[in-house]
């Protein structure tokens, strides 16, 4: 059954420093997102991508948050300059129309 | 008032019972609705999808959505042991943006 992938499982950084979460989203689905969940907390969505831009974004997404689809296959996450509040976990999900998103197993995002 | 709500639980049910989860929300603009589970430390898995008002049946699941309650169910038969986990509901108007809840936890007793 075709799935999303995400890589790494877990990524611990530093304060400040950037990290890049990376995601395979299902082979023909045209919609990618981006969600994160706080520990404890319900999941919240932070942006969806299509064709090959930005559709829609939440006020999570700020200046830090960047998305890119570099090449056929990939979708990643770029945050610039990670906060301790930045610790989550974070899921892409895609979908084959805008609806029925189909998630990833997850990033878990330490930030020390 | 929040835009999704769901009572967190815990619920927890003998093997075999019949469960009854539940969502309202406020935005009568939602026409997709969605339920997933959720096991611990892992990602949302789509179970049941409806749009608009009416019941959809898949295999042990039944999702029911009555708008002008602004209220959604998901029943599962016969439950497992293997059903414990957090069950999501999401929805969204059309859009992009999936509005989750803060999700129910159950836990079905063997």
């Known amino acids: 059954e075709p799935e999303v992938t995400q890589t790494p499982s877990h990524q611990v950084t530093q304060m400040g420093q950037e990290v890049i979460l990376r995601c395979v989203p299902i082979?023909?689905?045209?919609?990618f997102y981006w969600y994160r969940q706080i520990l404890g907390q319900k999941v919240e969505f932070l942006v969806s991508f299509y064709n090959n831009e930005i559709s829609e974004k939440s006020e999570i997404f700020d200046d830090q948050f960047s998305v890119e689809r570099p090449d056929g296959s990939n979708f990643t996450l770029k945050i610039r300059s990670t906060k301790l509040e930045d610790s989550a976990m974070y899921f892409c999900a895609s979908s084959e129309s805008s609806v029925m998103a189909f998630f990833g197993q997850g990033t878990r995002l330490t930030v020390v | 008032q929040k835009e999704v709500e769901q009572d967190p639980g815990p619920l927890s049910v003998p093997e075999g019972a019949i469960v009854s989860l539940n969502c309202t929300y406020s935005n009568s603009a939602f026409q997709y609705f969605m339920w997933y589970r959720q096991y611990s430390r892992k990602g949302p898995e789509l179970l049941m999808y409806?749009?608009?008002?009416g019941n959809k049946e898949d295999g042990r699941f039944t999702a029911q959505v009555d708008k002008s309650s602004k209220y959604i169910s998901l029943f599962i038969r016969d439950s497992q042991p293997s059903d414990s986990a957090t069950y999501l509901c999401a929805m969204n108007t059309g859009t992009y943006k999936y509005i989750f809840g803060t999700g129910t936890r159950l836990k079905v007793l063997a």
């Open positions: 409806t749009y608009s008002s």
């Open positions: 082979s023909n689905h045209l919609y």
